[in-house]
């Protein structure tokens, strides 16, 4: 019953989210300040987490395929494929979760206990899309480059660790990253990027939105939000891959 | 002129508010007493809609804002300004940026013409020469003075302040009311201030209403609340020694 609240709760939160903006141009100009606050700012995690898994997954398949009939550029296909169907989207959607999650939870919640969001109501400004729309806008439109961004950066550090470790030839990897190559993932991946992207904002900015108390609480509403918007990513990805993938 | 008729409210089952009506004059500084937890910031929150009430009325110049839809209720609290408790200046933005916000959310003034309000607004309060500076870079006394000059951007015809001189030192205190009473009297305002402070009282209290357990227990001006016989309200005002040796004098 909890959750059906909750849910009901938060379906009603996100109707107020999205009405129309009472001064267009200034969602466009807080919809830029949300640009750099939740994705330029993100570029550095996403670039240093994706160059290492991307060697990190290149060596652990070498390492596991010890048999001498399987192809070394399988190696290069598999740490592609591996970045492109699951790392780029998921794990950097996880990672988002817990950055940009914490920042808009705190932010929102902060906000909200120091009373900021009352003098928005009070002035007659819709906090809710004010506050919320842009970062919406913001991951939605934006957060896809980060997962584009990590596919090449992530199948670049598998490039590293051949040219580094020796653990097989850049020729083999080069020619497997380029064999078998279907476009589709990558649609694919850019779907469910959007989707976490709603979570990622929707999820924390929802459990900052309706906090009440202090410092404590809001690192509380903080914490729920990271740890529900995870969930819920996961949720999505297995309901989008079987959408998506299944025949 | 703002009326409340018979106003309740209640939280969980447990009452704050019981029947309480008031009104608060135009052009006066109509202070809300009482000790806390008395129900000042749930009536304050009452009055602007931030909190939904059980029962009664609350009239603005007439229009019943209870009865009103979204956009109706909309365009009155465009008419409202607040200096809420802790200030609630928007932390990321600057102090200029914080006057001018009402201006760009609901006007199409130009830049040049926003600046130079939010300027006068400013200097109206004496803060000059700190519009690029952040809330955190100001100190209480300042960030209560920039809350009002956003609260007066707009020329709001209703000022709603919640103990505006809590966490600041005496004279800024007093200076602070003096503001705000000067602001009140200058734009003929309707000013509600929420308070538990007695130098409040009795510098700018053109009206008084003393609320005990959620109920209205007393009103009248300032010069009447000395010779006031209530006994609920004589220890609220007399509770320190000082001012009880000073009753005892008079």
């Given at each position: 019953?909890?959750?059906l609240?909750?849910f ?7 109707s ?6 009472e001064k ?21 995690i ?21 048999n ?8 290069g296909?598999?740490a ?44 007659g ?8 729309l ?38 083999d ?32 900015a929802?459990?900052g ?11 509380k ?18 309901i989008?891959?079987?959408?998506i993938?299944?025949? | ?35 806390s ?6 009536l ?29 209720k ?5 008419e ?41 607004c400013?200097q ?7 519009n ?13 003075r920039?809350a ?8 709001p015809?209703?000022?709603?302040c919640?103990?505006?001189?809590s ?17 009140t ?15 409040s ?18 009103e009248?001006?300032n ?15 007399f509770?320190?020694n ?8 008079m």
């Amino acid at each position: 019953m909890r959750f059906l609240h909750d849910f009901g709760h938060y379906c009603l939160f996100i109707s107020q989210v999205f009405t129309k903006p009472e001064k267009t141009r200034l969602y466009y100009k807080q919809t830029v300040k949300e640009i750099e606050k939740l994705v330029i700012d993100s570029v550095g995690i996403v670039i240093v987490i994706s160059i290492f898994m991307g060697a990190v997954i290149t060596l652990q398949t070498r390492y596991n395929l010890e048999n001498p009939l399987i192809p070394l550029y399988l190696i290069g296909l598999t740490a592609r494929d591996t970045m492109l169907l699951e790392f780029s989207s998921t794990m950097v959607g996880l990672i988002l979760a817990g950055k940009v999650g914490s920042s808009i939870g705190s932010e929102i919640g902060t906000m909200r206990v120091t009373e900021q969001i009352d003098a928005l109501e009070i002035m007659g400004v819709n906090s809710a899309s004010f506050l919320i729309l842009p970062k919406i806008t913001a991951a939605v439109f934006f957060n896809p480059f980060l997962t584009m961004l990590s596919m090449f950066v992530g199948i670049f550090g598998g490039y590293l660790a051949c040219v580094f470790t020796g653990a097989l030839p850049p020729v083999d990897y080069v020619y497997g990253i380029q064999y078998w190559f279907i476009p589709f993932y990558i649609s694919y991946a850019l779907v469910k990027t959007v989707v976490f992207a709603f979570i990622i904002t929707t999820v924390p900015a929802y459990y900052g939105y309706y906090v009440s108390g202090g410092a404590l609480e809001v690192g509380k509403a903080s914490t729920r939000g990271v740890v529900f918007s995870s969930i819920l990513i996961l949720l999505a990805n297995l309901i989008l891959t079987e959408l998506i993938l299944a025949k | 002129m703002i009326e409340v008729r018979n106003l309740s409210k209640s939280f969980n089952g447990t009452s704050v508010l019981r029947d309480v009506s008031v009104t608060f004059h135009t052009g006066k500084t109509n202070l809300v007493i009482g000790s806390s937890g008395s129900g000042k910031t749930v009536l304050l929150k009452s009055i602007i809609g931030l909190h939904e009430i059980e029962e009664g009325e609350i009239l603005y110049d007439g229009r019943e804002f209870t009865k009103l839809g979204f956009k109706e209720k909309k365009e009155i609290r465009k008419e409202i300004g607040r200096l809420f408790q802790g200030s609630a200046l928007f932390d990321s933005s600057t102090v200029e940026e914080n006057v001018m916000f009402p201006m760009d959310m609901f006007t199409d003034m130009t830049f040049e013409q926003k600046l130079e309000r939010a300027n006068f607004c400013l200097q109206r309060v004496n803060i000059i020469n700190k519009n690029h500076l952040f809330p955190s870079e100001l100190s209480g006394g300042m960030k209560k003075r920039v809350a009002i000059a956003r609260a007066i951007a707009l020329n709001p015809k209703y000022l709603f302040c919640d103990e505006p001189n809590s966490g600041l030192d005496p004279q800024t205190a007093i200076l602070i009311d003096a503001l705000i009473s000067e602001i009140t009297h200058e734009y003929n305002m309707t000013t509600v201030v929420n308070t538990h402070d007695m130098n409040s009282v009795m510098e700018i209290g053109d009206k008084v209403m003393f609320i005990y357990n959620g109920q209205k227990y007393w009103e009248g001006s300032n010069n009447d609340i000395l010779n006031a016989t209530s006994t609920e309200l004589n220890d609220f005002i007399f509770a320190s020694n000082l001012a009880k040796r000073i009753k005892e004098n008079m």
